[in-house]
């Protein structure tokens, strides 16, 4: 028989698996089929090793910025995905989020609870340079999937240029170069049609 403690990390584990049914907006590039959280998890961790150089802090804890890319979408198990640009849905976000991190994070045993739940509240906060930088990769992937997808979730009704500027301006005080590709990519994007100016 496992231990108390390994039990309640195997616990976690099987329970985490159900972040591969959480579906966000976005879809996958070259198909129709939306992503799911564990997919984009993975992304901004392998974008997290790449574009290191380009975080505002020279000294930044890599480590600690891919763990929260990699925990910080684990609430939607129970709170679900929320539109970014859903002002409806982003009126109880908060409270379905914290009150999921409390649910799932006591799965573990209580170090490591402990831990995983000041990394989530970390992200959330952007008071610390790998947390701001972790955001700014979680605001770019999907604007890197919206380019090459035709701009699948800015055709949605009052979806515009200034929404999606602003949903991305983390990104000047994160990672000021990647701001630039950012103002790029969605100059281009009203170009082709694929945003509302």
Not at 36 to 58: I, P, Q
Request: proline share 4%; charged share 35%; hydrophobic share 35%.
């Amino acid at each position: 028989m496992p231990s108390e403690r390994l039990q309640k990390q195997i616990d976690f584990i099987v329970e985490i698996d159900k972040m591969k049914k959480i579906f966000r907006q976005n879809v996958v590039i070259g198909t129709n089929r939306n992503e799911n959280d564990a997919e984009h998890s993975w992304h901004l961790a392998v974008m997290a090793m790449l574009l290191l150089e380009y975080a505002e802090s020279k000294n930044l804890d890599n480590l600690k910025v891919i763990k929260m890319i990699l925990i910080h979408d684990l609430v939607e198990i129970d709170a679900g995905d929320t539109f970014c640009y859903d002002e409806k849905g982003y009126e109880d976000k908060e409270e379905r989020e914290r009150k999921a991190a409390q649910r799932i994070f006591s799965i573990l045993p209580p170090d490591q609870g402990r831990e995983i739940l000041e990394l989530w509240q970390e992200f959330e906060e952007l008071k610390t340079p790998e947390a701001r930088f972790a955001a700014s990769l979680d605001r770019l992937q999907p604007l890197i999937l919206n380019y090459h997808t035709q701009g699948h979730t800015w055709q949605r009704p009052g979806v515009n240029k200034e929404k999606v500027y602003k949903r991305n301006e983390i990104l000047q005080k994160g990672a000021p170069e990647l701001w630039k590709y950012v103002e790029e990519i969605v100059e281009d994007s009203i170009k082709k049609g694929y945003l509302k100016d």
